[in-house]
């Protein structure tokens, strides 16, 4: 066994004095630490305590989808369980998007067709009023025959040549008829 020896160092009575203030000091910062430490920990527990009750409240919440998923695997006898009717339905919602965008793009070629046949009936009307304007006098048949229209553009064609070959004509005269008055 050890024993100590009782011995004292002996002390002036200020330092008594001034090192009992410092242990009080000591334990009243002791104190105040623990107790802001209480503090901050009562605040933690409530946060903690309300983020539960908010859980809960989602949980109970969408207890209802789970008691309908429940019963919809019931009724059906194409899924096993919860994991593949859910699968399904994503596939399904990829499904709808990749419909959707589709649709979208054939409405977008449906409507550049549109453009496109409205400026296709626009030439052919030209095209009939400029051979009608030409003399040409069509079969009267109601409807668009690409034929007929090839026939009258060549007819154009030909009737807008015959005009430049007289223009040119009358230009190379006025051109010798001016040559002829300088002389």
């Known amino acids: 066994m050890f024993c100590l020896k009782d011995t004292t160092v002996p002390m ?34 409530a946060a903690l305590l309300t983020k539960k009750d908010k859980l809960q409240e989602q949980v109970s919440q969408n207890r209802i989808y789970w008691s309908f998923l429940d019963s919809v695997l019931k009724s059906s006898e194409k899924f096993e369980d919860i994991g593949k009717l859910i699968g399904r339905f994503e596939t ?41 304007m030409t003399g040409g006098v069509s079969s009267g048949a109601a409807g668009f025959n690409v034929k007929d229209t090839l026939d009258e553009l060549d007819r ?17 005269d006025k051109g010798s008829i ?4 300088h002389a």
Not at 117 to 132: D, E, K, Q, S
Not at 156 to 172: A, F, H, M, N, P
Not at 178 to 181: E, G, P, R
């Open 92 to 132: 399904l919602v990829r499904t709808r998007e990749q419909l959707l965008k589709r649709q979208s793009t054939l409405e977008s070629v449906q409507a550049t067709d549109a453009k496109k046949t409205l400026l296709l009936g626009r030439i052919h009307v030209a095209t009939r009023n400029l051979y009608h």
């Open 156 to 172: 154009i064609r030909q009737y807008i040549q015959k005009w430049t070959d007289i223009v040119q004509e009358l230009g190379s």
């Open 12 to 45: 002036a009575e200020e330092d008594l004095g001034t090192g009992s203030a410092r242990i009080l000091d000591k334990q009243r910062e002791i104190k105040y630490m623990a107790a802001v430490l209480r503090k901050h920990k009562a605040e933690a527990f």
């Open 178 to 181: 001016k040559a002829s008055d």
